[in-house]
Each structure stands twice: as structure tokens, then as C-alpha cells.
Nanobody, 114 residues
């Protein structure tokens, strides 16, 4: 299983980005997926969790700004990020839990300027 993130970049505060996480070597049925954020010099923290039953939970700091979705046809997960803030700067990773294992992508850099 391989995960490839894309969509990061440099954006001004208040702007938007949509991150993608495409999976190969597996088929999305009811994926157990997470998006993580690693700010510079800090530990990786989850920001959105999609359980296998389809329920999605968001970290408080991104609620009402970030939206996670999944396109099963394309084996791709998305993270729509609106009203971005400088604190959102960092590397974003997707994680897939499948067959009792966790798979990670390489991450995509998001930089939000003030």
C-alpha cells in the first residue's frame, strides 16, 4: 500500500488549499483514514479522523474550517482547508489503517503567510 499526498503550497492567511491523498495497492471500501499536521519543531497531531463507519471527527482548532472527504472511485482522500491561519503551517500527512497496519504518505508542505 502506498499513499501519496499532494496539494500543499504557499498561501496567505485566509486562503484555501485542498490536499489530496491517493492510495494504491488497496481499495477503499470504508477506509479508516486520518490527516495529521506536523508544525515546525512540534510533534505530529491528528486534525481529522474518518472511522470505518464513515464518521468524521475534527480537532477543535480546525472545526468549521477543514473538511475531510473520500472519493472511493479514485481511492483518494481530500482535506479541504479554508480560512487558513499561520498556525496551520507545517507538513500534512495522511494515514490509512488497513489490515491491522498503519500506512503513511510522505507528506505535503503547507505554508501560510500572515
Amino acid at each position: 500500500v502506498q499513499l501519496v499526498e499532494s496539494g500543499g503550497g504557499l498561501v496567505q492567511a485566509g486562503g484555501s488549499l485542498r490536499l489530496s491523498c491517493r492510495a494504491s495497492g488497496t481499495t477503499f471500501v470504508q477506509p479508516d483514514l486520518r490527516w495529521y499536521h506536523q508544525a515546525p519543531g512540534k510533534e505530529r497531531e491528528w486534525v481529522a479522523i474518518r472511522s470505518s463507519n464513515g464518521a468524521i471527527e475534527y480537532k477543535d482548532s480546525v472545526k468549521d474550517r477543514f473538511t475531510m472527504s473520500v472519493d472511493i472511485t479514485w481511492n483518494t482522500a481530500y482535506l479541504q482547508m479554508n480560512n487558513l491561519k499561520p498556525d496551520d503551517t507545517g507538513i500534512y500527512y495522511c494515514q490509512l489503517h488497513a489490515s491491522s497496519r498503519d500506512y503513511w504518505g510522505q507528506g505535503t508542505q503547507v505554508t501560510v503567510s500572515s
